[in-house]
């Protein structure tokens, strides 16, 4: 975890929907805060998920809560990052105000294919960055990006190359040239993908491994898979247990032996998919523990963070 924590600007991180991302994004952001790094977990839809675990109301795209010490969070909000941008290109007053109250612009930022894409990657480039749009504005270590799923994640990072080459010259060349130049950097920037040990998840893990280098130029820092069980038993273990179960027994003693049975199954399964991940991947497998609680609260994302914290 040391270099990823340490020497990176940017963590982005992204994986099929309904893998844990937000999970171990703010895993990870809270292993790097408790290893001294200023950080701040982005997530780029209004789920709120990472507040809530930190029982902290109102993460918006107005405000950079502080949820513990060197952490904070905030929702991007692509309306909001376009005029902070336009502020910063255009000084303020009355020809920004002109500008944003268009409808002819809000269309625009609307329905331009790509631009809300390329004006949240451009505020994720702006939370890194030493110097802000608004100077009044914070400085974070470290920005761990809750991207979007895989493919949604990947057209993201697409964006500031494709409005790079349209626009060629003036501000949304440059800026864009800025952002792709800090997604290609190896030494600032890393990509880290959730999966889970399960056929689907693994499939599109890899594809998206295989198309990172074309998007960015880079390829996947490390593959973290969620929800892994335990080996609870070994093969002479699971042995006996087969052979009690079809010796007959009262009716909790054989739903307990089913239920050992199943679990073994179960992890012995997704250990092909872990088998698989680090067959043809190329990056680093990591895995994280099933949890079995209805909601993850500060307690189990402290768990999380201590595990990541020892093993990336």
């Known amino acids: 975890m040391e270099a990823l924590l340490r ?10 929907g309904g893998v844990g991302k937000t999970t171990v994004a703010a895993a990870i952001g809270l292993a790097a805060a408790e290893a001294g790094r200023r950080t701040i977990v982005c997530e780029v839809s209004e789920q709120d ?13 107005e405000t950079e809560i502080e949820l513990a010490e ?7 909000d692509p309306s909001r990052a376009v ?6 290109q255009l000084g303020g007053g009355a020809p920004l105000r002109m500008l944003t109250r268009s409808h002819a612009f809000q269309y625009f930022v609307a329905a331009a294919p790509g631009a809300k894409e390329l004006i949240t990657i451009a505020k994720v480039w702006e939370l890194a960055q030493l110097e802000r749009w608004d100077a009044r504005n914070r400085t974070y ?9 895989s493919g949604h994640g990947l057209a993201m990072l697409n964006t500031p190359r494709t409005f790079g080459e349209i626009a060629r010259l003036g501000p949304i060349r440059r800026q864009a040239s800025k952002i792709q130049a800090l997604l290609g950097d190896a030494d600032r920037t890393a990509y880290v993908a959730v999966a889970l040990p399960e056929e689907m998840p693994v499939v599109e893990t890899l594809e998206l491994g295989r198309k990172l280098p074309d998007a960015v130029g880079l390829g996947l820092e490390a593959i973290i898979v969620n929800g892994v069980w335990p080996e609870r038993f070994s093969a002479k273990d699971v042995k006996a247990i087969r052979a009690a179960s079809r010796n007959g027994h009262d009716p909790e003693g054989a739903a307990a032996l089913r ?5 073994h199954d179960r992890a012995t399964l997704q250990r092909t998919h872990l088998d698989r991940l680090e067959r043809e991947s190329g990056a680093r497998v990591l895995t994280l523990p099933y949890l079995f609680e209805s909601e993850l609260g500060l307690p189990e994302y402290q768990q999380l963070a201590d595990l990541l914290a020892a093993d990336l």
């Open 259 to 263: 239920a050992a049975l199943a679990e």
């Open 83 to 88: 005029t902070e941008w336009l502020a910063k």
């Open 141 to 149: 270590d470290l920005v761990v990006v809750d991207a979007p799923a």
């Open 70 to 76: 060197n952490l904070w969070a905030i929702t991007i």
């Open 49 to 61: 998920r990472v507040s809530r675990a930190f029982q902290r109301e109102g993460v918006t795209a």
């Open 7 to 16: 020497n990176r600007r940017l963590i982005y991180v992204t994986g099929k």
